[in-house]
């Protein structure tokens, strides 16, 4: 139950650590894995001090065994190691400080884990984080290189002596962490997640120059593994490990056998890369030349060709062909106007000889009414009706004289008027 306390009634340092001391006695014996950074133990008969050290995280507590539990695997436990704790926590009143008292220590031998990187393997593998199809292409020429490595160590000189050989003008950024021991992975995750924010990082080297498989632990640990497979910046491991491959080899976009090998399939040679560059000038210089003397000789094939060697030969065949055609047409069409003026003289003699106006030039006259009709027959005029005659030369007047009388048979005179 909470403790109901005030200002004014305030409960004692003692009795507080005496209450939390009451509920961690409660609490159970666990099974602890962890790595020994400490290890005080000053004589055979007295207690041993370890401290026990998450892997991956800053995280340690506190671990009193007694000399016999010790005993059993001092000569295989040392500091550094890797041990699995059968403990209960308790709590240190006086002091206020809370540590594991240890009943059984056993080492976590190779074998077991293998078995426990085997089985992470297998969970990785599932969720695709090792898939070929999810590893990006490196850049063929990066401008910026992270690199992620130990202090001063021949993995960095390594990459960048090879790296400057190849490429002299290639840039690094160098970050220095710690490659084993209980602090290797958060520091290297946190160096390869600031790498991956940097926009001028192109790409990224983890390098470790090899070791057994307890020191390549921390480059299988489930947490910077899962920070490499979510980086935006192709990754390159170089952890130098033949035989038993960590797990960041397996989600990298590209395993290195070594650093040295890393730089040299990162960045290029820029010998090779001249000789690449001289072989395709020469290439393409062949390739256009060829072009060149194709087209020499197509345009020579064409340039020979009669059209083309004496190409006024053709005007004046055609010329030729024009004036002939020229002239038939004029000697058509000039036929053609003959025979149409002629049939016009034959039709206009013939119009001419049909016409009224020849019939007046023989002698002949039209009489004709006032109002302009023809007077066809005796009876269709009157005596003393006035009349026009028309002759050869004009017309004149005339008047119906009746005076030996006409009837329906006969005729009458017609007397020439004014």
């Known amino acids: 139950m909470a403790l109901q306390t005030t200002a004014e009634t305030p409960v004692t340092v003692g009795k507080i650590s005496q209450l939390i001391g009451q509920w961690v006695h409660r609490l159970g014996a666990v099974w602890v894995e962890g790595q020994i950074t400490q290890l005080n133990r000053r004589s055979r008969q007295s207690w041993v001090y370890l401290t026990l050290r998450d892997p991956s995280q800053e995280v340690s507590l506190s671990v009193v065994c007694p000399p016999d539990v010790f005993d059993r695997v001092g000569d295989t436990v040392t500091q550094g190691a890797r041990v699995v704790v059968y403990a209960k926590p308790s709590w240190y009143a006086p002091r206020g400080s809370l540590s594991l008292r240890a009943t059984d220590i056993r080492p976590v031998g190779v074998g077991e884990l293998l078995v426990r990187l085997e089985q992470l393997r ?200 024009v004036a002939m055609l020229l002239g038939r047409a004029r000697r058509c069409f000039g036929h053609r106007l003959d025979r149409a003026e002629d049939d016009l003289t034959h039709t206009r003699a013939r119009v001419v000889a049909l016409s009224p106006a020849a019939t007046l030039e023989r002698g002949y006259a039209v009489l004709q009414r006032a109002d302009g009709g023809v007077v066809r027959k005796p009876a269709e005029v009157a005596s003393g009706e006035a009349l026009r005659a028309r002759v050869a030369e004009g017309e004149f007047g005339v008047t119906v004289d009746a005076a030996d009388g006409a009837d329906a048979g006969g005729a009458g005179r017609v007397c020439e008027g004014a």
């Open 122 to 321: 297998r969970t990785l593998g599932a969720e695709g984080l090792f898939d070929a199809d999810r590893k990006r292409p490196l850049p063929f020429l990066p401008q910026r290189i992270g690199l992620v490595t130990g202090r001063a160590s021949d993995a960095e000189r390594d990459v960048l002596r090879n790296a400057a050989l190849r490429w002299p003008a290639v840039r690094f950024d160098v970050r220095q962490v710690a490659v084993q021991g209980v602090h290797a992975v958060p520091q290297v995750t946190e160096a390869v997640r600031a790498l991956d924010a940097d926009p001028e990082v192109d790409l990224i080297i983890v390098a470790r120059g090899g070791g057994s498989l307890e020191d390549l632990l921390p480059f299988s640990d489930e947490g910077l593994v899962r920070a490499v497979a979510a980086c935006r910046t192709p990754v390159v491991s170089a952890i130098g490990h033949e035989r038993d491959a960590p797990l960041l080899d397996l989600v990298a976009d590209l395993r290195a056998s070594t650093p040295t090998d890393a730089a040299k399939r990162t960045v290029p040679d820029v010998g090779e890369e001249r000789e690449r560059v001289r072989a395709l000038r020469e290439r393409a210089w062949r390739v256009m030349a060829g072009f060149l003397e194709r087209e020499e000789r197509g345009l020579a094939d064409v340039c020979s060709r009669p059209a083309m060697a004496d190409p006024h030969v053709l005007l004046e065949d055609r010329e030729a062909d």
